[in-house]
């Protein structure tokens, strides 16, 4: 595939899809990176679902300079080890100004995470998802999809809305999975959660006291919390999270998000 298209110097639009995961074959035996990538110069659009090692040995060899959207889907996977993919986005120059909103979407059987500029109503985006069923892995997995990623890092705002039905089971593994998942967002300010959502969430910050209610979200002066009967509830239960970041000089502010 790679091969195939150093010959593309028009293609402006890609999409490369598997139905579903392929055996994976042993790391030793798949190939090197090429010391140099290959431009794509055209290309402005890239949309992959699959495996990480297929995107890996894909990104490994090219270079898209336009680039201004890139949607990939992952199927499920335990350890994810995608530089490849941290180093196109680190390189995209059209995604630098990424890094002030994003909204994450719990579609039930899958987790995507979209980054948009602020006030723009343009193409340029980025979409992490995770092709999966059960909540908590989903969310283990982007974690790491998402870990060291700069722009996520650097992210101020962001929205999480679930569209559907959650599962109704609540486990301690999801409250680490979740804290794994906010560990992420160390620049965020602003964090808006559905009613759902907010319940979830809290519960896993509600396991944080002390210092440590600092160590996550460090950057957090405001949580938006979805304009539902469950506000009140959800503002008490949070009330000890946000009187211990109080007392450590990492203040905090818990409103009603009127969501249009």
């Not at 180093?87 to 579609?107: D, E, P, S, Y």
């Not at 059987?109 to 995770?130: C, F, K, N, W």
């Not at 809305?161 to 301690?172: D, K, N, P, Q, T």
Request: proline share 5%; glycine share 4%; aromatic share 10%.
């Amino acid at each position: 595939m790679a091969t195939a298209l150093t010959v593309m110097a028009r293609l402006e639009s890609l999409n490369l899809g598997f139905h579903s995961p392929r055996s994976r074959s042993d790391p030793a035996s798949r190939p090197l990176p090429s010391p140099t990538r290959f431009v794509l110069p055209a290309l402005t659009e890239l949309t992959f679902k699959g495996s990480y090692e297929y995107l890996e040995d894909l990104l490994a060899r090219i270079d898209a300079p336009l680039l201004y959207h890139l949607h990939v889907i992952f199927f499920m996977d335990r350890d994810f080890d995608v530089p490849q993919l941290h180093w196109f986005i680190g390189h995209a120059r059209q995604f630098k100004a990424l890094n002030h909103h994003g909204q994450l979407f719990l579609f039930g059987p899958s987790i995507q995470l979209g980054l948009y500029p602020t006030g723009a109503v343009d193409h340029r985006r980025l979409m992490l998802e995770i092709d999966c069923e059960e909540l908590d892995l989903q969310l283990s997995s982007l974690a790491q999809v998402c870990s060291s990623v700069p722009l996520i890092s650097a992210l101020e705002e962001l929205e999480v809305f679930e569209i559907g039905l959650l599962s109704s089971f609540y486990a301690m593994e999801e409250t680490r999975r979740w804290l794994e998942l906010l560990d992420t967002f160390t620049a965020l300010k602003n964090l808006y959660l559905t009613d759902e959502i907010a319940q979830r969430v809290c519960k896993a910050l509600q396991e944080l006291s002390g210092e440590m209610a600092t160590e996550v979200l460090p950057a957090l002066r405001n949580l938006f919390i979805d304009d539902s009967q469950s506000f009140k509830h959800i503002q008490r239960a949070i009330r000890p999270f946000v009187t211990a970041r109080q007392l450590s000089g990492y203040p905090m502010v818990v409103s009603r998000w009127k969501i249009l």
